[in-house]
């Protein structure tokens, strides 16, 4: 069931991303009076789903689940139909309209992503607000990851600057580590002030070991409620009780519990626990997912968050510049994609859906969605041949030289173009598949 949640979510999030993205052409297509012959979402090779012709245009839904697409008169695109090119160019077809109108016709996709990613953005805060807890309200300091302690950190640092600037939040400063080329962190450390610079490889080091975040909030590991029947229970556990350590292995942070805790799956230990103002040993069993049977206190018990609530004319500005940072980070992910860690980390569409919850989250969901329709704005918008991109790349090439491109060279660079885009496909699922076996 809860595969079936995160693929029905997937596929939601897409339809609506492919849809829209389609009709980010079709809209100004028509405007420009070029007659579009097929619009679909999914691909229907040798045969669709559903389809249904109005006017000139034949709406379907194809089988094979990869995007959509729409077909426009008199254009090589990747349905590669070369017969109509060799007939007059018409009024009505794609190739007959000026250089500029095809522009905004192939940009139109990219377009209707970046201001959806936007709209979404702005929607969520409104509705929802935005709730963070700023960096200088991490009270315990950070937990850092093994790679972080290997660098000279110690759990319960307290970061001041990131490079030559203050981050806000937390996650700013893991992003500015893996996706920036921050590698000088000022920070507190018993009252006293201190530098730590990371070395030059820590992203490929990151990502060689599976760590996209390197520091988390550190807090207590205190008991919240405890479960009836479970192990916890029998051994004693109470509300408020905060676990100090777990056979002689200290427990400073709830993070470490987690860490430590799986280990010992299936074992009874010693509990040491503070108690009010006492000190208690209890001794416990871990069931086999290594868990006591008890809810924790979440970091919100502990740290003071930020609140921004706003209006509906508020949400706007705040919604492009949350999508515009986000847009930003993304980009500057890319380059870790060419290294030689970052092409291990690839995954595609199991990759994708495993992101989404096990349940239905609706701020998670739109989150999501929003985050896929800026990855799909960025990925068309790349130079290849069959992608938008590429279609704009040689527009641009037109408008400047005032040549259009061969008609021979146009359909060689399509045939390269998807190409391209079937081996990525073929290895981005093919890395997803890999990771499954190889669990």
Not at 140 to 153: I, K, N, P, R, T
Not at 175 to 189: M, N
Not at 266 to 272: M, N, R, T
Request: aromatic share 12%; proline share 4%; no cysteine.
């Amino acid at each position: 069931m809860d595969i079936a949640i995160k693929v029905a979510q997937f596929f939601l999030s897409i339809s609506l991303l492919v849809v829209l993205h389609e009709l980010g052409h079709f809209i100004p297509a028509r405007i420009f009076k070029v007659r579009v012959e097929k619009f679909y979402l999914f691909f229907d090779a040798w045969f669709s789903v559903f389809k249904k012709k109005i006017g000139d245009t034949e709406y379907g839904i194809g089988w094979l689940p990869l995007g959509g697409y729409v077909k426009l008169s008199g254009m090589i695109d990747e349905s590669m139909d070369t017969e109509q090119l060799k007939q007059p160019p018409q009024p009505w077809e794609f190739r007959s309209k000026p250089a500029w109108q095809r522009l905004i016709i192939m940009l139109g996709g990219v377009t209707v992503n970046v201001l959806l990613a936007f709209f979404i953005y702005a929607m969520m805060l409104f509705a929802w607000g935005k709730e963070y807890i700023p960096i200088e309200n991490l009270t315990y300091g950070v937990y850092a990851d093994s790679l972080m302690l290997e660098s000279g950190f110690h759990h319960g640092d307290k970061i001041l600057m990131v490079g030559d600037h203050k981050p806000k939040t937390l996650n700013e400063v893991n992003q500015e580590v893996l996706f920036g080329d921050a590698r000088d962190i000022k920070i507190s450390r018993d009252g006293r002030e201190m530098n730590i610079t990371l070395p030059e490889d820590i992203d490929q080091q990151m990502l060689a070991t599976g760590a996209q975040t390197i520091f988390y909030e550190q807090y207590p590991a205190v008991v919240d409620s405890v479960l009836p029947g479970s192990n916890a229970e029998k051994a004693g556990f109470r509300k408020n009780d905060q676990i100090l350590a777990i056979n002689n292995t200290e427990i400073p942070a709830f993070i470490t519990l987690r860490t430590v805790a799986p280990k010992l799956q299936g074992q009874s230990v010693e509990v040491k626990m503070k108690r009010g103002t006492d000190v208690i040993t209890l001794q416990a069993d871990l069931d086999s997912m290594g868990t006591f049977g008890f809810s924790a206190k979440s970091p919100l018990d502990f740290l003071e968050t930020t609140r921004q609530e706003y209006t509906f004319f508020e949400s706007f500005p705040a919604g492009v510049q949350e999508g515009t940072g986000i847009l930003v980070s993304y980009v500057r992910s890319l380059k870790l994609i060419f290294s030689s860690e970052g092409v291990k980390q690839v995954g595609g569409f199991g990759t994708i859906a495993g992101l989404y919850g096990t349940t239905w989250d609706w701020p998670r969901f739109w989150s999501m969605t929003a985050l896929l329709s800026i990855i799909l704005a960025v990925m068309n918008i790349l130079p290849i041949p069959a992608l938008d991109g590429g279609h704009v790349m040689f527009l641009l090439y037109e408008m400047i030289t005032g040549r259009e491109p061969n008609q021979k060279f146009m359909e060689y660079a399509q045939l390269i173009g998807i190409a391209i885009l079937l081996t990525l496909l073929l290895y981005a699922n093919g890395m997803d598949f890999f990771r499954w076996w190889s669990k």
